[in-house]
């Protein structure tokens, strides 16, 4: 049922499918997930609130491939800690591709509130009868109305004899979101084609390797069987000359953006890696629509810039340096520019003219769509770091878009 790999051989967190497990405490959510997986990576006590916070757990089981299951905290949690940890299990929606909601079957006013957030919030859900193996029949009645409640499908399971569980899978099979299938370039290239791909490696790119969305760029287009070539900015006129006809697309770090479009054949298409993070994790329509605010933009603006990564920012780093010097020179000194980092990001973003976001390799579709929904909510402007660099420097309409 369970395939394990190697770190270096693991499907990166951000593009696995994200299941959570929702539900009253001692519902049974970590028995399921320790059933489910054929491991005991949940801790499972009959205490109620044993688990405090979301716990999430990268595996590949079968059928669904590779995904996260997330234990929650109990949203029946109490007193001003359990608040604290409700509040978190409902954070975890927005990053929820399929969401379970375990139940007993004694109460499901609960759960109907949360299948009720779980709508509102698009996210697909199954309910989950569990500790079925403590019923001498489990009445079909009672399997109605729960559905009828929670307004979703009904698996009768049993995490400890294993009932149901082939069922659930399946189910869970047929609420996988189709964006886990899109190719990261999209349309830009077909088998065949050759690619060259421009990659400076600045401090920011850990020694000895290369940073997530140029790897995970180098495999998309080996999955479509396209020739991929690399090199530094340094190389490209050589690596060019060495060609015998133009790539049919360059993809380059958005910071040299100018350097490439200066020296790229007529014949190839330009974009970046940043770009290309645009389209496979939010909506590229709204990031390209929403550059036209740094037209707007003056030194009484505020602009926030919001990094998916928590690493320790080394020299010039893009988001923290080179952005805000680049937008500071277009505008003036005086424009107020905060910085936030992982998933901190303010609820209330209506005091800022400006969302820049980073490319988000390090989170999953459903999380970045979702502040791109709470952008467009509050009616502020979000764009993306590649986006942002192609329109100051002036070539955004030369670049190809996913």
Known sequence: MI????????????????????????????????????????????????????????MEILPLGPCVLIDTAGFDDSGKVGDLRTERTREVIKQTDIAII??????????????????????????????VDLMTEVPSTLLADIAKRLGCDIVPVSALNGTGLDLLRQTLVGLMP?????????????????ALLVMPQDPQAPKGRL???????????????????????????????????????????????????????AESKLTSFSVLMAAHKGDISYFVESAQAIDHLTEQSRVLIAEACTHAPLAEDIGREKIPRMLRQRVGQGLTVNIVAGKDFPKDLTGYDLVIHCGGCMFNRKFMLSRVEQC????????????????????????SLP
């Open 211 to 265: 940073i997530l969305p140029q790897v995970q760029t180098l495999r998309d287009l080996m999955d479509k069987r396209c020739i991929a070539i690399c090199c530094t900015t340094e190389d490209i006129d050589r690596t060019l000359a060495a060609l015998r006809e133009p790539p049919r697309l360059i993809i380059t770090d958005s910071q040299v953006f100018d350097i490439v479009e200066q020296k790229k054949p």
């Open 3 to 58: 395939k394990n790999g190697s770190a270096f051989n693991e499907t990166p967190r951000s593009e696995r499918v994200h299941i959570a497990l929702f539900g009253r405490r001692n519902a049974g959510k970590s028995s399921l997930i320790n059933a489910l997986t054929g491991q005991q990576i949940a801790l499972v006590s009959d205490v109620p609130g044993t688990t405090t916070d979301p716990v999430m757990k990268s």
């Open 376 to 399: 467009r909510t509050q009616g502020v402007p979000m764009t993306n770091y590649g986006i942002t660099i192609a329109h100051i420097k002036g070539i955004l309409g030369k670049v």
């Open 102 to 131: 375990v139940t007993d079957g004694t109460s499901l006013d609960d759960e109907a509130a949360w299948a009720k957030q779980l709508k509102q919030a698009n996210v697909p859900y199954v309910a989950v009868l569990n500790k």
């Open 178 to 194: 189709e964006n886990g299938k899109q190719s990261l370039t999209g349309g830009l290239v077909q088998a065949g084609d050759t």
